[in-house]
């Protein structure tokens, strides 16, 4: 290799900045390029949270499935407190009872209420899923409901306005950029920055609908299942009222599966014995000699005289 072209390869960092220094307002430029990254990273971060949260709220509130385990639930507690007049015929229950319901032991000690419910789950209502690829857990992933609980709607609204006002700051350079532009270093800015900023105002609006939309259906939520705000809050949080489904929703989940696993041994244990009883009929059955060709009893067979 010669000495020039070492030379050529040493100076070709110096001659790209070199390159960016010609490209008219290439620090604006950069910076524009810079925030369309951020902002979709920004955007799509709000979007999970609040879509996250309204899916578990509709979850909670509408599927048939938490209806159920609620109807076991409160079927058990009547039937507990079947000597009182009082607790013995309630038609529901605070939800604070939901992370004590594991502490209510059987009389052997062993077993819980919450593993009876979640039993008495499988057996009538997901018989014929569980220990299947289309079993499905009938309550929120706990996973969900953690990431429901940090959703903070101020912080979200502040968030939204900060971006929007950057937003507009990033479009004003941008066109400002776009208007002082020699036609030869127009494009391709002009055409990714004015697709960007179109779509961002979109994205944007539809973010500030969404947690205006979420925030009715969480306070619609928290009204269904009648969860009343802590001392000292005005509202409910999704801090306060996700906190108490978590550990019941994780100990459920907890159950489920290994309710799920037992299931799948017993279907597999079901199957081998199945086979089992096929091979031993297979081998007791009498066993036929095959006719001889050209003997008497194939004679007899071909004239019809012996079937």
Known sequence: ??????????????????????????????????????????????DSKLNNLKITCEI?????SVKRIFGLILACGNYMNGGSRTRGQADGFDLEVLPKIKDVKGKDNRTSLLQYVVTSYVQRYDTDLMGTDRAKLPLPDPSDIQQAGLVNFEDIEKELKKIHADFDSAEMKANRIISRSRPETLEPFRRVM??????????????QTNLKEFSKLFDKTCTFFCVKPKGGDKKVTPEHFF??????????????????????KLRLREAEER????????????????????????RLSRHGKMS
Do not use: H
């Not at 070199?18 to 369309?36: A, K, M, S």
């Not at 909670?60 to 048939?64: M, Q």
């Open 275 to 298: 086979v089992r009883k096929i091979k031993e009929s297979k081998a007791v059955l009498p066993q036929t000699k095959a006719k001889k060709v050209g003997g008497l009893k194939d």
């Open 1 to 46: 290799m010669t000495t020039n072209r070492l030379c050529c390869i040493k100076l070709t960092p110096k001659r790209f900045l070199y390159d960016l220094e010609q490209i008219p307002q290439v620090g604006d430029r950069i910076f524009c390029f810079l925030f369309t990254t951020n902002f979709q990273e920004n955007i799509s971060m709000i």
């Open 243 to 264: 906190s108490l489904w978590l550990s019941f929703c994780s100990d459920f989940k907890d159950i489920w599966k290994k309710e799920q696993q037992a299931l799948v």
């Open 60 to 64: 909670l509130s509408s599927y048939t």
């Open 194 to 207: 004015t697709s960007f900023f179109d779509k961002g105002k979109q994205d944007l609006t539809e973010q």
